[in-house]
Structure formats: C-alpha cells, structure tokens
C-alpha cells in the first residue's frame, strides 16, 4: 500500500511539473496566439493579405530592435502594425519544437537572399489559453498547420531541428510580430528578431 501511494505522490509530481512548464508566463503569449484584446479581425486580414502584394522577409526586418528585454509579461501590447496580416513566399528550411510553449519554431529562408533569414511560428493548440470555445476556429487552423508542417517535413518535428526537403517552397501567411532580442544565438532569427507569429496559412 506504501508503495502505491508513493508512485502515486511521484506520478502527481510529474503533473504538476508537466502542466507548470506549458503555463509560465511567456513573452507576449496573448499576442503571440491571438487571444489578445486588440480586436484584430485575423480572418479579415487573411482575406487581405490573400489579394494584396506579397511581403518580403527583407522589408519586414529594416527596423530596429523593438524589445530589448524579454520580461515583460504583460498582456494587450498588440502594436499598430502587428494588427494585419502578410503573405511571403519563402523556403522552408528547418523545424524544431520550443521547449517552453510547445509552438512549432520554423526558420524561414529569403528566396531573393539566401543569407536572409526568419522565423515563423505555429502555436501548440492544446495551450490553456485556446482551450474556450470562443477560441475554436484558431485552434482548429493550429492543429490543421502542424499537421502539415508533419507532412511537408515527412515526419514529426521533435525537440531537435529537422531539415526540411530541399527546395520546400511554399506561400505563408501570418502576423508580422515583434519578438523580445533573446540571448545567445537563436536560429532562424532576424537582427530585429521579428517573426511571423502566429502562422495563419500554408500553401
């Protein structure tokens, strides 16, 4: 009977640890997973973004870095020109999972410059803050990405990079987004570590 209680108590442990580790505050979360309070009409801007001019990874990273410290945790700091959504045709070049919110972190390539780089986000669907039913339709586009980042990578990405195929050319859309200036080299990353975060659309 001890022993049962014991793995018990061990096993609880563990969930506690699990669940911990997906809700810790991370920088800008709402923003980052549309569940900020700016009101950003995202299947408008989609449309938008579907009939206007294609960006570049290039014209998206000319300013300066726009945060310099991670730390702020603070919600509805949805800036003016992280309220649309852009298209760019890029090469897909590798995945990996990220440790602290399960997103999926895809590093992008310019097709123009090869030495151009980004990042472009996916959320993980099954994060706290997606599960209300308000939320249903973003969270079902989530699930529907990553299953086809699976398919285009040809298996699961994991913890560890993945190459993608060579010449893994598609058209995605997202919100342009300003991530925090991280330490240490983060691959993938722009010099003003902007992303496209969330991904909307894969083509």
């Known amino acids: 009977m001890r022993n049962y209680f014991t793995k018990y108590l061990f096993f609880v442990f563990l969930t506690c640890i699990y669940f911990n580790s997906f809700s810790q505050p991370v920088f800008r979360w709402d923003v980052k997973t549309l569940t900020d309070q700016s009101g950003i009409d995202w299947v408008q801007q989609l449309q938008n973004a579907k009939q206007g001019p294609y960006a570049t990874i290039e014209a998206l990273t000319t ?30 070049v590798q995945v990996k999972t990220e440790s602290n919110d399960n997103d999926y972190h895809i590093v992008i390539q310019s ?63 997202g919100v342009p987004y300003w991530d925090c200036k991280h330490p240490g080299n983060v691959s993938g990353a722009s010099k003003d570590f902007r992303e496209v975060h969330p991904v909307l659309e894969i083509e």
């Open 63 to 92: 300013k300066p870095v726009q945060f310099t410290s991670c730390n702020n945790k603070s919600k509805n700091t949805r800036r003016n020109d992280e309220q649309r959504v852009v298209k760019l045709n890029v090469k897909l």
């Open 111 to 173: 097709l123009t410059n090869a030495s151009h780089y980004m990042v472009a986000e996916i959320p993980d669907p099954a994060t706290s803050v997606l599960q209300s039913s308000k939320y249903i339709d973003i969270r079902d586009r989530f699930t529907r990405l990553r299953q086809k980042i699976g398919t285009l990578l040809q298996k699961n990405p994991t913890s560890k990079f993945k190459d993608f195929p060579d010449n893994t050319i598609v058209t995605i859309y």
